[in-house]
């Protein structure tokens, strides 16, 4: 099992063990990952994006890195709405 990302609020799951007895330490850690996502996103993280989503909907928030991803004007917060990417601030 790889070794997970807990500074991240992306959530991407992973295989379940073949071996019934690591089940006890896969859910510990399936639940650390979580915890760890809802946490960030409870605290108003972001995590900053260099791809643009390919279906947006209103009200999609976005940190572009302003170099591989410019949904506007450089670097910053955008917010999703009108058909449009808007610069937050």
Request: with cysteine.
């Amino acid at each position: 099992m790889r070794t997970p990302n807990l500074g991240t609020a992306s959530f991407i799951p992973v295989e379940p063990p073949s071996d019934p007895k690591e089940y006890g330490r896969y859910l510990r850690e399936l639940e650390q990952r979580i915890a760890a996502a809802v946490q960030l996103l409870a605290a108003g993280h972001i995590d900053q994006i260099n791809v643009a989503p390919a279906k947006p909907r209103t009200g999609d928030i976005r940190l572009c890195d302003g170099t591989n991803l410019d949904l506007g004007t450089g670097q910053g917060v955008y917010c999703y709405y009108g058909a449009a990417w808007h610069k937050l601030g």
